[in-house]
């Protein structure tokens, strides 16, 4: 039986890439006097680094820069703040059919979780802006591991936070290290893709739908996704 659901944050409960999270890098490089500027096929290509931090280290070293790691920890420090200021104040929506779907496993008891590699600081924002009615049964966090996505830790943290089996949960992601992270973690994954992981090959997925409202989902609701 379905006993949680653990969901992704970023591309899956809302688009947060391209005008939010993109955005803020791109202020944080003019905030400190840096020639850089991620357009949207640019960050498209640096979204295979998973982690704020590890995405503008990873860049700056290809830049050349000295420091790339000490420059990062600091550039990701004002992001942070930028993305923080968005979510409070931008326009800002979850997918659509998301809050139907959420609303409707609180409903029915299945407890939800969270698990992410995005920052506390600003998750707690936006689950508080858009979700604010639902309550989570577990938010795990980059800040709550070692190692993010694709490594399956923020899942394991999750399902212990839950007290749960892995087979006895099924994760919602969006993207490719989400669902390599979901699935080295031993849970069922439905992915449903975001606008910068549209046609990417989804091995091992239980199901790519093309969206979260009703007429998208198995006829079972997301229990229809267990082969028990
Ligand atoms: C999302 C990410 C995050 C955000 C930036 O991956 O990789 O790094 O782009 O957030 P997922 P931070 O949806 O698989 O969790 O800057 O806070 O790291
Ligand atoms: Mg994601």
Not at 119 to 145: C, N, P
Not at 166 to 175: G, K, Q, W
Request: aromatic letters at 8%; a negative charge; one cysteine or more.
């Amino acid at each position: 039986p379905l006993r949680a659901v653990i969901f992704d944050v970023d591309g899956t409960l809302a688009e947060t890439e391209r005008d939010g999270h993109r955005q803020a890098f791109n202020q944080a490089f003019r905030d400190h006097g840096l020639p850089f500027h991620w357009d949207v096929a640019e960050y498209g290509r640096l979204l295979a680094v998973t982690g704020g931090r590890y995405r503008l280290a990873w860049y700056l070293a290809e830049q050349g820069l000295s420091d790339p790691a000490g420059a990062a920890r600091v550039l990701h420090r004002t992001k942070t703040a930028h993305f923080a200021a968005w979510l409070r104040a931008g326009p800002l929506f979850p997918r659509p059919g998301v809050h139907e779907l959420l609303a409707g496993l609180r409903d029915s008891g299945v407890p939800v979780a969270i698990a992410t590699t995005g920052r506390r600081e600003w998750v707690s924002i936006l689950l508080k802006r858009l979700f604010d009615d639902i309550g989570f049964a577990a938010v795990v966090t980059g800040d709550d591991v070692a190692e993010l996505k694709p490594d399956p830790e923020a899942y394991l943290r999750a399902l212990s936070r839950l007290d749960v089996e892995a087979r006895e949960a099924v994760a919602v992601e969006d993207s490719p290290p989400g669902l390599a992270a979901a699935t080295a973690a031993g849970i069922t994954c439905l992915v449903v893709a975001s606008e910068y992981h549209l046609d990417m090959p989804f091995p091992g997925a239980a199901a790519v739908l093309p969206g979260f409202l009703a007429t998208d989902l198995p006829d079972a609701g997301l229990s229809g996704v267990f082969a028990d």
